[in-house]
Structures are given as C-alpha cells and as structure tokens.
C-alpha cells in the first residue's frame, strides 16, 4: 500500500514542505529510507520502528520503503519521526486515508512512543499557514510558538498514540476533545512583556556616554565606546537594549523564527519579545559569529538580528572575525555558501564596540602630549582614530570602522 504525509524542513531559516511517501508490499522484510537524509533522519528508522512497538504496533513482516520528497533538498534533524510513524500507520490500514488529510506533522519520537521538542516549528507552521494548510500537529513542548501564527489550527501531542486516537475518530468534538486546538495572542503577549533586566534608570552620571547610545538607539546607529577600564563602557552597552522600541508583531516572529531553527526556544515559550542581546567572547570562531559548519546554521550575528551585537574587547578579537563582519553590516544579511547549496541568514543588528586604551589622556590632532610607548594617539578632528604604528592598527579598523558611525571616549571616573 502507498500514502503520503505531509511534513515540513527547514533550509536557512525558510521552511519547504516535504512529503514522506510510504510502501508497503510483499517480500523480503526490510525498513529502507531514501531521499538525501542527514543522520539524524537516517536513524529516525531505529526510533519509529521501537516506538511503534512499545505503543502496541508491532510493524508486520514486509518491506517497508520511506521516501522523503523532494530528493534534492538535504533532510535534517529529528522532526520526520512523527509524519514517518503516521505514514506506516496509514499503509497498515489504522485509519483512512482522508484523515490525514491537509494536515503537517512534526515530532521526534522516544523509544517509549511519547512525543518530544524539535526545531524550527515557528517558520514551518508559518508556511503552511502561507500555503492554506488547514491544521497542523506538533509536539506538545512547541505548540506555543506555532500557535501565534494566525490562520492555522494547531494542535499539541504528547505521543503517538493520541495522535493515532485523534486520526480514527470522524466526529470533530471527539477530535477536539482529543487534541483540543491552541490559540496564542501574539499582540497580547508583546504588550503583556516588560523587560526586567538592566536599565539607563540604574547608571548614576554618565550624562555624555548615556548620550551618546540614546543617539546611536535613536537611529539604530553602530557605536564604538574607548575608556580605560572601569569607565562604564560595559556597563552603558548592556543597558541599550533597555531604550531601543519595543519589538513590532513582524520583528517578533522574526527573532522567534531565527530562535526557533537554532533551538535556543525555552520549553512552553512562544515568542522572543524582547531584543537581543548577544556579547561573543574575544576567542569566538568566524563560524560561530557569521555561522556555518558542514549544515549552516545562525551564527551570532543573525542571533542578534533587530537586537545588540556587543563586542567587547575589540582589538582582541581575530583578524579574519572582524573582517567577516563587513558583508553582514553592509547588507543586514549574511550569505552561506556550502557545497550542499546556499543559505541566507538576517543579521540587521547594532553593533555596539568597546576598547580600551593606554591612557586616559585623549590628544587631538596634536594638541597634547602623549607618551611615546603609547600606541594609541587619540582622535583627530575628523573623528578617526590614530595610531602611532601599524601593529596597532593590525586586524582591527580596517574593514569596520567605516561601520561605526558613532564614537564616543571615556575617562576613569574620580570618586
């Protein structure tokens, strides 16, 4: 017997749709999966074939072949266990084959049969929204964040055999009452949210600096803080995530969906409704921050997408970091290139930059006097940073500091 469910993947941070075509016939007894699988896809066969057993159907003696449609998209992680499962039920004749019909299925399946997190639910139950699929079903753990897509129905499992119990039944209010719908106000839960963290309201003086970010926040401005240690530069950029407006509906579900791919979600969250805040140590890989590996995935710059990317430390950080970040802040995007296809992350953040310097003596364009063991020299009346060698300047302004439109220096403060 054949049948075909509806399911969906995740390719950048866009969703396409895949169907998991199911055979069922005679012969020698087999489970054969096809379609360009990662591993996790290719051990999905291990689990959906114990978990049918352990929630009391055993799969009969034949060969069983999953194909996932379509073969040239490149099939990851453990979201195909639960549409796979649904399929083999299908081909052994559990419930009809209009049952299934219009609807998207997503879950990992344990061994137990239960129904567990997975990634990227935001954007996949958004394109089928899009696509004028009528319900969807998810683990119970994301059913949050794919309820504030309006449109769609969307139900929470806990395990395969109340997905199964909900597919036999005809009459909608036995199906209700099985898997009852969730409707999640995403306007309600942006007003409802206040951000708690650090706030201006905290920092006693600073006028200049304080300044300073309510000007860069006011036109999403790139800001470079030089001051000596202690003189409130960390301080100031955490505390601008605090001024900026809050998220619009659009903005939210963006970050969420940026969230969602990376699983970075908190169990029962529906939204991200505050903008980030992400702060790389100096070591960070040029992966990590702009994002790759062999199966792209968002980097920190696209983590901090309508948010903060706070990179203390500058001269620190790697030559090859620093010129990576040139494409994301020119484009608000970043582009991955892989032998496996191309994938396009957003990365519309603000970068806000600390440094410190040797001195708190700041001359300009030779004015004052400054030791001649100091490297950096100060600012000229054109605002641009000088230095009085090039192994100063080694793997830092180069490519960015055209990007940073706003500098500000601090001194120590005397108390």
């Given at each position: 017997?054949?049948?075909?469910?509806?399911?969906?993947g995740?390719?950048g941070?866009?969703?396409c749709?895949v169907?998991?075509e199911?055979?069922m016939d005679?012969?020698?007894?087999?489970?054969?999966?096809?379609?360009?699988l990662?591993?996790?896809?290719?051990?999905?066969?291990?689990r959906v074939?114990?978990?049918?057993?352990?929630a009391?159907f055993?799969?009969?003696a034949a060969?069983?072949t999953v194909?996932?449609a379509p073969?040239?998209?490149r099939?990851e992680g453990?979201?195909?266990?639960?549409?796979?499962?649904?399929g083999?039920?299908q081909?052994?004749?559990?419930?009809?084959?209009?049952?299934?019909?219009?609807i998207?299925?997503l879950?990992?399946?344990?061994?137990?049969g239960?129904l567990?997190?997975?990634?990227?639910?935001?954007p996949?139950v958004?394109?089928?929204?899009?696509?004028?699929?009528?319900?969807?079903?998810v683990p119970?753990a994301?059913?949050?964040e794919?309820a504030?897509?309006?449109g769609?129905?969307?139900?929470?499992?806990s395990?395969?055999?109340q997905?199964l119990?909900?597919l036999?039944?005809?009459?909608e209010?036995?199906?209700?009452?099985?898997?009852?719908?969730?409707v999640t106000?995403a306007?309600?839960?942006?007003q409802?949210?206040?951000?708690?963290g650090e706030?201006?309201a905290?920092?006693?003086?600073?006028?200049m600096?304080?300044?300073?970010a309510?000007?860069?926040a006011a036109?999403?401005?790139?800001l470079?803080m030089?001051?000596?240690?202690?003189?409130?530069k960390?301080?100031?950029?955490?505390r601008i995530?605090?001024i900026?407006?809050p998220?619009?509906?659009?903005?939210?579900l963006e970050v969420t969906?940026?969230?969602?791919v990376?699983?970075?979600?908190?169990d029962g969250?529906a939204?991200v409704?505050?903008?980030?805040?992400?702060?790389p140590?100096?070591?960070v890989?040029?992966a990590a921050l702009?994002g790759?590996?062999?199966q792209?995935k968002?980097g920190l710059?696209?983590?901090s997408?309508?948010?903060?990317l706070f990179m203390?430390?500058?001269?620190?950080?790697?030559?090859n970091?620093?010129?990576s970040?040139r494409?994301?802040?020119e484009?608000?995007?970043?582009?991955?290139?892989?032998?496996g296809g191309?994938?396009?992350y957003?990365a519309d953040?603000?970068?806000?930059c600390?440094m410190?310097?040797?001195?708190t003596?700041?001359i300009?364009?030779?004015?004052?006097?400054?030791?001649e063991?100091?490297a950096?020299?100060?600012?000229?009346?054109?605002?641009?940073?000088?230095f009085?060698?090039?192994?100063?300047m080694?793997?830092l302004f180069?490519?960015?500091?055209l990007h940073?439109?706003?500098?500000?220096a601090?001194q120590?403060l005397?108390l």
């Amino acid at each position: 017997m054949f049948c075909k469910i509806l399911s969906g993947g995740i390719v950048g941070v866009s969703a396409c749709f895949v169907w998991v075509e199911v055979d069922m016939d005679r012969g020698l007894p087999c489970f054969s999966m096809v379609g360009s699988l990662g591993g996790e896809v290719r051990e999905s066969r291990e689990r959906v074939s114990v978990a049918l057993k352990n929630a009391g159907f055993a799969m009969p003696a034949a060969r069983v072949t999953v194909n996932l449609a379509p073969a040239d998209v490149r099939k990851e992680g453990t979201a195909f266990d639960l549409p796979i499962a649904i399929g083999i039920l299908q081909a052994m004749s559990y419930f009809s084959e209009k049952a299934a019909e219009n609807i998207l299925f997503l879950g990992e399946l344990g061994l137990n049969g239960e129904l567990k997190k997975v990634h990227g639910v935001l954007p996949i139950v958004q394109a089928a929204a899009a696509a004028g699929i009528s319900q969807c079903i998810v683990p119970a753990a994301n059913v949050g964040e794919g309820a504030v897509i309006p449109g769609i129905i969307v139900r929470g499992a806990s395990s395969i055999s109340q997905v199964l119990d909900f597919l036999r039944q005809s009459d909608e209010e036995e199906r209700e009452r099985i898997l009852p719908r969730t409707v999640t106000d995403a306007g309600k839960l942006l007003q409802t949210s206040g951000s708690c963290g650090e706030d201006f309201a905290q920092v006693s003086g600073q006028e200049m600096a304080k300044r300073a970010a309510e000007i860069a926040a006011a036109g999403f401005h790139n800001l470079l803080m030089i001051g000596p240690p202690g003189a409130g530069k960390s301080m100031i950029a955490r505390r601008i995530p605090g001024i900026l407006p809050p998220l619009t509906i659009n903005e939210s579900l963006e970050v969420t969906g940026i969230y969602s791919v990376a699983g970075l979600l908190e169990d029962g969250q529906a939204l991200v409704t505050d903008r980030p805040f992400q702060n790389p140590h100096h070591t960070v890989s040029r992966a990590a921050l702009i994002g790759g590996q062999a199966q792209p995935k968002p980097g920190l710059v696209s983590l901090s997408h309508r948010g903060i990317l706070f990179m203390d430390e500058l001269p620190e950080f790697g030559r090859n970091v620093i010129d990576s970040m040139r494409q994301p802040l020119e484009e608000h995007r970043v582009r991955i290139v892989r032998i496996g296809g191309n994938v396009i992350y957003p990365a519309d953040f603000m970068l806000v930059c600390a440094m410190n310097i040797a001195t708190t003596k700041l001359i300009q364009c030779g004015i004052a006097e400054m030791a001649e063991n100091k490297a950096f020299h100060g600012f000229c009346r054109c605002g641009f940073l000088l230095f009085r060698s090039a192994d100063a300047m080694h793997g830092l302004f180069c490519p960015i500091i055209l990007h940073l439109f706003l500098t500000i220096a601090r001194q120590s403060l005397k108390l």
